[in-house]
Each structure stands twice: as structure tokens, then as C-alpha cells.
């Protein structure tokens, strides 16, 4: 199996990301031509998983957001202002000639942790993610994700900072 570096923030002068190719072309597009701009306006940070030529095998976005609270469900609204602290993760995606491997859920599980982190020195009530669509749901639904509303086609799902380190056990 090629041998993978762990995460890190994505770094435009090193990482190799023309040949990324998840299946998802806006997901790729966004790699490529948004990601450093995001950066630069400090509106997304990028983390990527590379092998060791530091070609880019996965990446997930993330960036602070707030949960209208009248929107949010119980677990979320309970005690919480508005709007709701939390974490966005805008994007995830593993290269296809990657997947299976594990890979996207470990890069998920790094998100989660600096989630962690976060809301010891800032304060974040959960980790939301929409999904790309109902297989992708799933997926989140795996690492103990909850869906906004239990209707079949919303694809909106959060995880709260009190449940990461059960996941995270989880998941090791
Ligand atoms: C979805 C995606 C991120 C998964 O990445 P990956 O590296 O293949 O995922 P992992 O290998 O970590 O996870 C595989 C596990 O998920 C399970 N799995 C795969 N697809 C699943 C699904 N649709 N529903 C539930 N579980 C699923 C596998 O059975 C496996 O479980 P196991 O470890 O118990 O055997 C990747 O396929 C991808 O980038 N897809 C295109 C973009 C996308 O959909 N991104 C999601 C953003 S919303």
C-alpha cells in the first residue's frame, strides 16, 4: 500500500493537487482553485492527507460557523445561544483510487478531534457537515453523526463536542 503522510494544512508551494480525482468533480475543482483562496480570506482551512510524494490523496475543509438555533434539535439548542457555536466541515473527499481504505475516515477523525481541541480555547458545541448526498449520509451516519431532521431527503447532520471522544474510541 503507498505509504501516506499524516494530516496536514494544505500548503500550495508543496502538495501535488492537478492529479486529485474523487469522482465528485465540483469536490476536485474546489481543491484546486479554491481552497488557497479560501485560505488567503482565512474563510476555510484545508487539511490534506498526501502520500510521500506529497500528492494528495484526500482533503476535508473546515471553518466556524453558527447553527440558527430555532432550526437546531434539542441536543443542539439545549442552553446554547444563538447562533450556536460550531464547526463547519464544508468538504471531505478521498481520491477513488483510494477509497476503502480507511483513509477518509481517518481524515474525518482528525476534523473531529481539532473540533476537540477548538472547543476547549474557543468553545464549539458540535461539528456539522452536509452531506453530499444519501450514500454520503450514511457514511457520517457510521462515525456518529445525527441528521438535523429525520426527513429522508435532508442531508444536514451534526455530532456534538461531547460525543467526539466516544467516536474517536470508536474509531481507534
Ligand atoms: C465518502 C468518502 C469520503 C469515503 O472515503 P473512504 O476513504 O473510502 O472511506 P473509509 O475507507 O474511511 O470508510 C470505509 C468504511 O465506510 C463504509 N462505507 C462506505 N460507503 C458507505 C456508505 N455509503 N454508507 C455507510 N458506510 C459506508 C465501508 O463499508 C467501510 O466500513 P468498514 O471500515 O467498517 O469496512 C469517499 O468515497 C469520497 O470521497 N467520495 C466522494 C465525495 C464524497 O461523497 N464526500 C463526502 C462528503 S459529504
Known amino acids: 500500500m503507498t505509504e501516506l503522510r499524516r494530516p496536514a494544512l494544505l500548503d500550495a508551494s508543496r502538495h501535488d493537487r492537478e492529479q486529485f480525482d474523487s469522482g465528485e468533480a465540483v469536490l476536485d475543482e474546489w481543491l484546486r482553485r479554491y481552497a488557497g483562496q479560501n485560505r488567503r480570506r482565512d474563510t476555510a ?41 460550531a464547526l463547519l466541515l464544508g468538504r471531505l473527499a478521498v481520491d477513488h483510487r483510494h477509497t476503502g481504505l480507511g483513509i477518509g475516515t481517518a481524515l474525518a477523525g482528525h476534523v473531529l478531534a481539532t473540533a476537540a481541541e477548538l472547543n476547549e480555547t474557543a468553545a464549539c458545541r458540535a461539528v456539522v457537515v452536509t452531506a453530499l448526498n444519501s450514500k454520503a449520509r450514511a457514511w457520517w451516519e457510521r462515525l456518529g453523526f445525527n441528521l ?25
Not at 49 to 78: E, N, Q
Not at 150 to 171: C, E, G, K, S, V
Open 45 to 85: 482551512a484545508t487539511w490534506v492527507i498526501a502520500d510521500a510524494s506529497d500528492v494528495v490523496v484526500a482533503y476535508a475543509s473546515i471553518a466556524m460557523t453558527g447553527i440558527d438555533r430555532s432550526a437546531a434539535p434539542a441536543a443542539l439548542a439545549k442552553g446554547a445561544p444563538d447562533p450556536v457555536p
Open 148 to 172: 438535523f431532521s429525520p426527513r429522508a431527503d435532508r442531508l444536514d447532520l451534526y455530532l456534538l463536542t461531547a460525543d467526539i471522544d466516544a467516536t474517536l474510541r470508536r474509531l481507534q
